[in-house]
């Protein structure tokens, strides 16, 4: 019995984007059920501010808030790290350069140190 051979589909970039756009729309499209079962409206105070919003809406507001909450300090962080990395990725060019223009000194008959 021969076997036929089998096909591999590798993934792709554009395979997973398409995945992350379904699961988006999804998503959106539950937020929407969401907001539109919950119409009623109810008062919210904020700081000082009145204001009669529809329940849903008020939800997603304070939802929204909070993932700024926690996507902003986290920014903020990765641009931290990045500035490192390219801090230590210059420093390390920078030595390997001057290695490579230095001659290499050997130690004399006395035991001289090579000069670094």
Known sequence: MTQEPQHVVKRTRMGG?????GS?????????IFILENLHRVDVTF??????LPLG???LMAAVLGVLLVAIPA??????LRATARR???????LAAGQARQPVAHAGAEGQRAPR
């Not at 988006?24 to 929407?32: E, K």
């Not at 700081?47 to 009669?52: D, E, P, Q, S, V």
């Not at 920014?75 to 931290?80: D, F, T």
């Open 24 to 32: 988006f729309a999804v998503v959106l499209l539950l937020l929407l």
């Open 75 to 80: 920014a903020a962080r990765i641009v931290q």
């Open 17 to 21: 984007l398409w995945i992350a756009v």
């Open 57 to 59: 809406v008020a939800m």
């Open 88 to 94: 230590h990725r210059r420093a390390d060019a920078d």
């Open 47 to 52: 700081l000082g501010a009145h204001g009669h």
